[in-house]
């Protein structure tokens, strides 16, 4: 049976995700669950219309580093806050 998520968790990814310009927003429950928001396309003033994923789940790779630095430095786990990540930066030819 999956996990019963709280639907705030949701509203804080996604409300995060809209108030800033990066392109992911992710909050972590537990150590094995974790909410996150994704813009599916870099939004511009042009589109008429924009595209959130919200994925529940177990943490990726880097997330799960994430968790294992939070517990070696003795941060209190969940981590309050949600965790943004921009977007990639192109590289110069």
């Known amino acids: 049976m999956k996990k019963k998520i709280d ?3 949701f509203a804080s990814v996604c409300d995060a995700l809209q ?3 990066c392109k992911t927003a992710t909050k972590y429950i537990d150590a094995r ?4 928001a994704t813009w599916r396309h870099k939004p511009k003033s042009r589109n008429s ?14 997330e799960r580093k994430f968790v294992a630095k939070c517990k070696k430095a003795g941060e209190p786990f ?16």
């Open 78 to 93: 969940p981590v309050k806050k949600v965790q943004l990540r921009p977007f990639p930066i192109k590289k110069k030819k």
């Open 19 to 21: 108030n800033s310009d």
């Open 7 to 9: 639907p705030k968790y």
């Open 33 to 36: 669950t974790v909410v996150r």
């Open 49 to 62: 219309r924009e595209e959130m994923v919200v994925t529940i789940g177990c943490p990726n790779y880097l």
